[in-house]
């Protein structure tokens, strides 16, 4: 009997899921338990293992395409099964599935990932009245709107791929922004034949797009407040030195071991406001910003407040080397209720970070510099750093806001006491 592959719920915040990459095509054996494709959610991606053995009849949708979840994706021909016969019925199911249907153009989504019929085997120029493009350009052509009747492809049997459209992209966009010659009763300077500059235009999809979504839900939702803070941490660049002759850590670790220790005693920074009550959370997660090239994720350090700063230093190096290498898990970036980003590596002194949405607080962390400063009544040599804290000013005040940084630079400064 067939088997229909669905779009997988991995949360209970995911509704919908995008199809990114497709490891087999149409036509292929797949084995239990075999890599079959690359979904990305709102936080991480993952590969989803194919349910059943046999022959990949069909993709229901492109690669690209948005697919709500437990919507059909594929179809899997078991033994004994006719596989061409089955990929007939593609077109049918897929139109089963409106909200995926519309997101993946001119019906790509009865097409597998070379952007062919998945019954006609190999890759084989488009029907008469259709021209050959992979569904991903498909909608990226939409996006960016490229009209497809004035791209040259340049793929396999003149099949219109990506780089084609964006460089159909950026060429609309530096004819629309030429300027028109002036007569300058002058003498005529030599033409110039350098090359002009042209305009990129980046498709706001993926991470990106997930990124600006909540950021600007985050700012529209909350009544967001920034305090700063210029504190002297000379005496936690001498804890370091000390303490890093026995265990590698960095100072990120040391706000996060106390950061979550702060939480403890200020418990409303620990909190989220949901409708018209204030829930105090039991537990204290503390999420870290990670920076990757396409974007921004937070891993979370789970029950902070419990582990020791040896153990939050090992579990920080953990998160942000699978952060890098695209291996976080979904219980890896859930369950945050504070989160730090760190741009003093970067050189920052100071910023305005956003709040992630649901949680109360977030803390900014600039560079720690060297500079005079008063200490006991004469100026001397310091270390010292500026703090940025963010709350939702729904939940909680200024002054108690304040109040938990300064347990923030004491613990950071002289551990808990």
């Known amino acids: 009997m067939a088997v229909e592959v669905t779009m997988p719920k991995f949360?209970?915040?995911?509704?919908?899921?995008?199809?990114?990459?497709?490891?087999?095509a149409a036509g292929e054996t797949v084995a239990l338990g075999e890599p079959l494709y690359e979904v990305e959610t709102e936080k991480v991606l993952y590969v989803v293992e194919a349910p059943a053995a046999g022959t990949l009849a069909a993709w229901l949708h492109g690669e690209g395409a948005i697919v709500e979840c437990g919507r059909a994706v594929a179809l899997?021909?078991?033994?004994?099964?006719?596989?061409?016969?089955?990929?007939?019925?593609?077109?049918?199911?897929?139109?089963?599935?409106?909200?995926?249907a519309a997101t993946d153009n001119h019906n790509a989504s009865a097409h597998d990932a070379a952007g062919n019929d998945p019954s006609a085997g190999a890759s084989t120029p488009a029907a008469a009245g259709r021209r050959a493009i992979s569904p991903v350009a498909r909608k990226l052509a939409a996006e960016l709107k490229v009209d497809l009747d004035r791209v040259t492809g340049t793929g396999p049997g003149g099949r219109i791929t990506r780089e084609d459209i964006e460089h159909a992209a950026h060429a609309s966009a530096a004819s629309a922004t030429g300027a028109p010659s002036v007569a300058i009763a002058v003498a005529a300077a030599p033409p110039d034949t350098s090359p002009k500059p042209q305009m990129r235009t980046l498709a706001m999809r993926g991470m990106r797009r997930t990124i600006a979504t909540r950021m600007h839900q985050s700012l529209r939702d909350t009544a967001q407040l920034t305090i700063t803070f210029e504190a002297d941490v000379t005496a936690a660049t001498e804890l370091r030195a000390r303490l890093v002759r026995e265990f590698d850590f960095t100072y990120t670790d040391l706000l996060i071991h106390a950061v979550a220790r702060a939480l403890v005693r200020h418990p409303r920074m620990n909190s989220r406001l949901a409708e018209e009550v204030i829930l105090m959370l039991p537990e204290v997660n503390v999420g870290m910003a990670v920076a990757l090239d396409e974007g921004l994720i937070v891993p979370v350090i789970a029950h902070a407040d419990r582990r020791t700063l040896r153990e939050i230093a090992a579990a920080t190096r953990d998160l942000g080397e699978r952060a890098r290498t695209g291996q976080l898990k979904l219980d890896d970036v859930s369950g945050g209720t504070f989160t730090i980003t760190n741009l003093g590596t970067f050189g920052v002194d100071a910023f305005t970070p956003i709040l992630n949405t649901g949680e109360t607080g977030i803390l900014g962390v600039g560079r720690i510099v060297e500079k005079p400063a008063v200490y006991r009544g004469e100026i001397a040599r310091r270390s010292m750093i500026t703090l940025s804290l963010t709350f939702d000013h729904r939940v909680i005040d200024g002054a108690p806001a304040a109040i938990f940084m300064q347990s923030v630079i004491d613990i950071f400064n002289y551990g808990e006491r």
Not at 11 to 23: C, I, P, V
């Open 11 to 24: 949360g209970l915040t995911m509704h919908e899921g995008t199809l990114q990459r497709f490891f087999k």
């Open 76 to 100: 899997i021909a078991e033994a004994g099964e006719d596989a061409a016969a089955l990929a007939a019925t593609a077109p049918a199911i897929a139109a089963a599935s409106p909200h995926a």
